[in-house]
């Protein structure tokens, strides 16, 4: 199948930014379903709610990896798949479905996961998409068992591939999950540097239009300061493009009660309001327990604006460090190689670009993240990064099995704890908290 001319519309990077020089929070859905009915339905939901929102197609595992063949057997076998399979679907009913949802003001992007998205890529192009979402170390370290180097030539071709889709019709978009390393348990500092250092070597590709993740984690304050980082850092190494952060939602283990999931999604919310973010990836009421409902995601859009409805852009925030650290470790990528891509792999070679609890083979992994007595994320290890003169690591660096699913469940259980209350008390609760937000 050859390229199409773009769908009509505004690009991905130009709707939100639109929405957010009127004030909205962009909210975005994690959604994505094998069927193509269900998956127009979702997106067409996602449409009408009552939020600034843009659509997703969040693509099936086995695309992900590249086991088309499999992709294709569980399509003829009518098999129930946990995203879209975009490659090997029928062209001509993915044609039918974006041709049924795809507007001027509301442009899809397509999320996979995977460390080899090239035909991903393609195919989106191809149907006239130009937003999608990744990165060759945050889609590889943590998803996959390819080698760094392969993913770094994999993602450099996606990034030429995307770059050379540009037109003036077409300002191909593409997101970094830098941001997102692990979920949980990564101090801020390295979330911030992973984000920026992606981001640029989207840039150096060909890239003109980037998002820049953060994924919200344990402790307000030290979030509102890294998203502070982050913007900062964006102007500082990657000036000429056009770019926003988008917040996630806690990736770690999530509230189980209705009324802790969704104060957490209201904080995460109002984080990306009060730190100037742009976009949101939200989280459901039933992440702790299945795959959310097209209604729970609608659910969620509506909450999530409502939250952030009215919040004002915090000034001048504390300075932890967490700005001097991620500098410290984006610079001393940048000294070991001219081409991004090989410092890149050169970093992780030696250890000084380091994830914590990352099992992949090229993770030195010895590098480790705690939470201190205030829920605040800071160093216990720092291995070989080069943040010695930066940070303080504490005197005790062992770590236990009892403290890491202590430290795995500290969200979870704060917010159930406080907002898991049964019936018609926790919506009045909700409504307080959210009326308080609007005025801060």
């Given at each position: ?22 004030g909205?929070?962009?909210v ?36 992900r ?29 993915t044609?039918a ?14 999320r ?40 770094v ?58 998002s ?42 999530y ?40 209604a ?30 991620a ?6 990528v940048l000294?070991l ?104």
């Amino acid at each position: 199948m050859s390229m199409v001319a773009p769908r009509r519309g505004l690009s991905f990077g130009e709707v939100v930014a639109r929405h957010h020089a009127r004030g909205d929070l962009v909210v975005q859905p994690r959604m994505g379903f094998a069927d193509p009915e269900r998956m127009g339905k979702g997106l067409l939901a996602t449409r009408a709610a009552r939020a600034a929102t843009v659509g997703t197609v969040t693509i099936d595992s086995y695309t992900r990896v590249g086991d088309h063949e499999a992709a294709r057997e569980a399509l003829a076998a009518g098999a129930d798949l946990n995203g879209y399979p975009l490659v090997d679907h029928d062209p001509a009913r993915t044609t039918a479905l974006l041709d049924a949802v795809l507007t001027r003001d509301f442009p899809v992007q397509v999320r996979h996961g995977s460390a080899d998205p090239r035909r991903i890529v393609r195919t989106l192009l191809d149907h006239g998409l130009h937003a999608t979402e990744g990165g060759p170390v945050s889609y590889c370290l943590p998803y996959s068992r390819m080698s760094l180097s392969a993913a770094v030539d994999n993602w450099r071709r996606c990034c030429e591939t995307l770059a050379a889709a540009r037109s003036p019709e077409l300002e191909p978009h593409l997101e970094t999950f830098g941001g997102c390393m692990m979920g949980q348990l990564c101090p801020p500092a390295l979330l911030v540097a992973l984000s920026v250092l992606e981001g640029m070597f989207f840039w150096r590709h060909g890239v003109r239009c980037i998002s820049f993740s953060y994924a919200q984690q344990t402790h307000a304050g030290q979030d509102e300061e890294a998203v502070a980082a982050l913007h900062a850092l964006i102007r500082e190494y990657v000036p000429h493009a056009r770019t926003h952060v988008v917040i996630y939602g806690y990736m770690g283990v999530y509230p189980r009660t209705p009324g802790g999931a969704l104060a957490l999604l209201a904080e995460s919310a109002r984080l990306a309001a009060r730190t100037g973010a742009s976009r949101l990836i939200v989280k459901t009421t039933a992440e702790a327990h299945r795959v959310p409902t097209v209604a729970e995601n609608v659910t969620a859009l509506e909450h999530a604006a409502a939250a952030a409805r009215g919040v004002s852009r915090i000034g001048h925030l504390g300075d932890t460090g967490i700005h001097a650290q991620a500098k410290a470790l984006v610079d001393n990528v940048l000294s070991l190689d001219g081409d991004l891509g090989r410092a890149l792999v050169a970093a992780f070679a030696r250890g000084q670009l380091d994830v914590p609890f990352c099992l992949h083979p090229d993770n030195a992994g010895q590098a480790r993240g705690r939470l201190d007595a205030n829920g605040r994320l800071e160093w216990q290890r720092i291995g070989a990064m080069p943040l010695g003169d930066l940070v303080e690591l504490p005197a005790d660096r062992r770590m236990g099995s009892a403290d890491l699913l202590e430290a795995l469940r500290y969200v979870e259980r704060a917010f159930d704890d406080r907002y898991g209350m049964p019936g018609i008390e926790t919506v009045q609760k909700m409504r307080l908290e959210l009326k308080q937000g609007s005025r801060t």
